[in-house]
């Protein structure tokens, strides 16, 4: 079964860093691209951030610039958000999300269940 | 680039034929895709590189357009289409952006 579990969100104070994980099973996960893409409560869709097959193509969204850093790791089937300096309008629910190909320029069809991130002191 | 979405929000009866229209704020090409999403559920694709539609998808819904004018077509609203749909561009990677959303509800 395709299957992407996120983990690490949790409350944590203004400021403060926090590192989310995303595991993968099902599925080559080295074929393919990655994302993050976050929702806050009651609100639309964002995508966060982008990375792709080997890691040679990453993109981030203006709002997480500079603070937020994605990762992979292929040999673990394993995505990661590294996200300092968090702010208030960070909280959300953070998606982990599979690309139906290798660049990021590829729509996502397997989607996680979502790890939720609350920035609060 | 910036995703317009309208409308916001629409109610619509079991069987009707629902339009969401989707405008770029420039050229994307057929870089866009479309999104379900249901209460307290993951997004589920619908639709990619515009008009094609993603395994496993009922037939009635169809995505049209290309350039910055887009369409995702219900033909006959079917009790569980009731969600809020997201278009998605993917041309100005490595930075893509979501539509603001809309919400089908039961009229």
């Known amino acids: 079964e395709v299957q992407l579990v996120e983990s690490g969100g949790g409350l944590v104070q203004p400021g403060r860093s926090l590192r989310l994980s995303c595991a993968a099973s099902?599925?080559?996960?080295?074929?393919?691209?990655m994302h993050w893409v976050r929702q806050a409560p009651g609100k639309g869709l964002e995508w966060v951030s982008g990375i792709s097959w080997n890691s040679g193509s990453i993109g981030y969204a203006d709002s997480v610039k500079g603070r937020f850093t994605i990762s992979r790791d292929n040999a673990k089937n394993s995505l990661y958000l590294q996200m300092n300096s968090l702010r208030a309008e960070d909280t959300a629910l953070y998606y982990c999300?599979?690309?139906?190909?290798?660049?990021?320029?590829?729509?996502?069809?397997?989607w996680g269940q979502g790890t939720m991130v609350t920035v609060s002191s | 680039i910036q995703l317009t979405q309208s409308p916001s929000s629409l109610s619509a009866s079991v069987g009707d034929r629902v339009t969401i229209t989707c405008r770029a704020s420039q050229g994307i090409s057929s870089y866009l895709a479309w999104y379900q999403q249901k209460p307290g559920k993951a997004p589920k694709l619908l639709i990619y590189?515009?008009?094609t539609l993603q395994s496993g998808v009922p037939s009635r819904f169809s995505g049209s357009g290309s350039g910055t004018d887009f369409t995702l077509t219900i033909s006959s609203l079917q009790p569980e289409d009731f969600a809020t749909y997201y278009c998605?561009?993917?041309?100005?990677?490595?930075?893509?952006?979501f539509g603001g959303g809309t919400k089908v509800e039961i009229k």
């Open positions: 590189a515009a008009s």
């Open positions: 099902g599925f080559t996960f080295d074929d393919y691209a």
């Open positions: 998605q561009q993917l041309n100005s990677y490595p930075q893509l952006t």
């Open positions: 999300a599979k690309g139906v190909g290798a660049t990021l320029r590829y729509a996502f069809d397997i």
